[in-house]
C-alpha cells in the first residue's frame, strides 16, 4: 500500500506557471505507475496522464494538456511532479495524484489517490 501527498497548489494569473509535487510513502516506489487528475465544480474528473513504473513506458498526456504539462518522477525522493505552463482560468480545480501498482498509464486505473490541493487560475 502506498500513501499520497500533494502539495504545490495555489492561485496564479492566466499564462503563468505552477509546480504540483506529490510524495509517496514506501520503499516500493519505483514499481508505481503514477498519474495526475484534476476535478473542477460542476465537472467530472478528469484523467490528465501519466508517468510509468521504472522500466515501463515512459510518459502519457492527454490532448488536453500535451504541451502545456509535463509529468516528471525523482525515485531517490518518492516524488512525481506535474509542470503546469501556460496556465489558463479553465485550468482551475483541485488537482490529485494517484498509483498504480506497474500500471498502464494510457488507463486511468489507479488504485491509491491523494488528498487533492487546489489550484486557481486567475483571469
Known amino acids: 500500500q502506498v500513501q499520497l501527498e500533494e502539495s504545490g497548489g495555489g492561485l496564479v494569473q492566466a499564462g503563468g506557471s505552477l509546480r504540483l509535487s506529490c510524495t509517496a510513502s514506501?520503499?516500493?516506489?519505483?514499481?508505481?505507475?503514477m498519474g495526475w487528475f484534476r476535478h473542477a465544480p460542476g465537472q467530472e474528473r478528469e484523467y490528465l496522464g501519466g508517468?510509468?513504473?521504472?522500466?515501463?513506458?515512459?510518459?502519457y498526456y492527454v490532448d488536453a494538456v500535451k504541451g502545456r504539462f509535463t509529468i516528471s518522477r525523482d525515485n531517490a525522493k518518492n516524488t512525481v511532479y506535474l509542470q503546469m505552463n501556460s496556465l489558463k482560468p479553465e485550468d482551475t480545480a483541485v488537482y490529485y495524484c494517484?498509483?498504480?501498482?506497474?500500471?498502464?498509464?494510457?488507463?486511468?486505473?489507479?488504485?491509491?489517490w491523494g488528498q487533492g490541493t487546489q489550484v486557481t487560475v486567475s483571469s
Open positions: 514506501g520503499r516500493t516506489f519505483k514499481t508505481y505507475s
Open positions: 508517468i510509468s513504473w521504472v522500466g515501463g513506458s515512459g510518459t
Open positions: 494517484a498509483a498504480s501498482w506497474y500500471g498502464q498509464i494510457m488507463d486511468p486505473l489507479y488504485d491509491y
